[in-house]
């Protein structure tokens, strides 16, 4: 099945750091997403592009879905605490139609030191 | 407006036992998903149902059953629970459309010995 490699696996950076991870794929994927986990709760979605080149902000959060459709990033910037938490990035072969599943990446845990 | 709810939070099972995930939406989505999410890992999709009366499999299907029961619920079954399927089990739904993003529910952790 297709597969998501996702970095940094952790990082540690101090507050009001800008923050930045990515993931890679080797299948394309026609819509890329971004949840963020926190502790005993389900994914929640941050961002979500559905076109190649896309581009989409959302408060401090900045996503881009990349050129070959094989690649997304997420950037956070000025960092604040309650930014800690697991970061997912998620794929979807169709195009948002459909109803097939989402292929998640492994993540990346995001801790902040104050 | 509940949203997506998964019944029981948590539960304990011996090898062999069975038991069964309940989950329900209140938003009148189309499609539901089931997932497990084991350390350091994503989440892995195990059955979903595009639509009220169908059901197709996941990445991870094996030990498991689903049944949509209506279109507001759609559970998850083990027949025969064993220690591999320790993990925490997350509902999801989605309209159908463009645009239209999966909500999940809070999860089941299940720990089977």
């Known amino acids: 099945g297709q597969q998501l490699n996702q970095s940094p696996q952790s990082m540690f950076i101090q507050e009001g750091e800008d923050v930045s991870m990515n993931c890679t794929s080797s299948?394309?994927?026609?819509?890329w997403l971004w949840y963020k986990q926190d502790p005993g709760e389900g994914p929640v979605l941050l961002i979500a592009?559905?076109?190649?080149?896309e581009l989409t902000s959302n408060g401090r959060l900045t996503a881009q879905f990349g050129i070959t459709r094989k690649d997304s990033f997420l950037n956070i910037s000025a960092s604040i605490p309650s930014d800690v938490g697991i970061y997912f990035c998620a794929g979807q072969l169709g195009s948002g139609g459909g109803a097939d599943g989402l292929t998640f990446g492994k993540g990346t845990h995001l801790i902040i030191q104050p | 407006n509940a949203g997506v709810t998964q019944t029981p939070k948590f539960q304990v099972l011996k090898t062999g036992q069975s038991m069964t995930l309940q989950c329900a939406q209140d938003?009148?989505?189309?499609?539901m998903y089931w997932y497990r999410q084991d350390p350091g890992m994503g989440l892995r999709l195990i059955y979903y149902?595009?639509?009220?009366?169908?059901?197709d499999k996941g990445e991870v299907p094996n030990g498991y059953n689903v049944s949509r029961l209506n279109k507001r619920e759609f559970s998850l079954r083990l027949e025969s629970a064993a220690p591999s399927q320790t993990s925490v089990y997350f509902c999801?739904?989605?309209?159908?459309?463009?645009?239209?993003?999966?909500?999940f529910g809070p999860g089941t952790r299940l720990l089977v010995l």
């Open positions: 149902s595009a639509s009220e009366g169908t059901t």
């Open positions: 299948s394309i994927f026609n819509t």
């Open positions: 999801a739904s989605r309209d159908r459309g463009r645009g239209k993003t999966q909500y």
């Open positions: 592009l559905y076109k190649a080149g």
């Open positions: 938003m009148n989505h189309n499609s």
